[in-house]
């Protein structure tokens, strides 16, 4: 695995938190990217983009061999709408760092590893990090006091 540079949305994001997450480059099969990874399939994760009735988008983060957990009135966004909402092709969706901050949910399961996998933004490419700064970069009410201050 070779490190990379992030797009520069989530570059910024990162650098603004000063965060340590690594950004690899990784191409392996489905199958076997836990394996190249060195880590359980629960901690690879993917973010989708859940569009509601009456309220803005929600970026729901969970692990990537399940289904999101749909509220009332809420669904999946398709490939078209999750690129057009966010400007991320919908597999490299990044949990933050997008142009518009979104509300943002953490499946509880996520929680219980020492490292887990996001999508980074590009194909290939996967962030390393940990549960609690996971949670922290994706704080809605935080970032949402800090970018409008």
């Known amino acids: 695995m070779r490190t990379m540079t992030p797009p520069?949305?989530?570059l910024e994001f990162l650098e603004r938190f000063g965060s340590n997450a690594k950004i690899y480059e990784l191409e392996a099969e489905v199958g076997q990217l836990s394996l190249s990874l060195g880590c359980r399939e629960e901690d690879i994760l993917t973010c989708s983009l859940l569009l509601r009735a009456d309220h803005a988008p929600r970026i729901a983060i969970h692990p990537w061999n399940q289904q999101p957990r749909l509220d009332a009135s809420e669904r999946r966004a398709n490939p078209m709408q999750a690129y057009l909402l966010?400007?991320?092709?919908?597999?490299?969706?990044?949990?933050?760092?997008?142009?518009?901050?979104?509300?943002?949910?953490?499946?509880?399961?996520?929680?219980?590893?020492?490292?887990?996998?996001?999508?980074?933004?590009?194909?290939?490419?996967?962030?390393?990090?940990?549960?609690?700064?996971?949670?922290?970069?994706?704080?809605?009410?935080?970032?949402?006091?800090?970018?409008?201050?």
């Open 86 to 149: 966010t400007g991320y092709h919908a597999q490299w969706l990044p949990p933050f760092g997008l142009p518009h901050l979104l509300h943002t949910t953490l499946d509880p399961i996520c929680l219980d590893s020492p490292c887990l996998y996001v999508p980074a933004g590009v194909l290939h490419g996967w962030m390393a990090i940990t549960p609690d700064e996971l949670s922290k970069l994706t704080d809605f009410e935080r970032w949402s006091r800090e970018f409008a201050a």
């Open 8 to 10: 520069l949305g989530l």
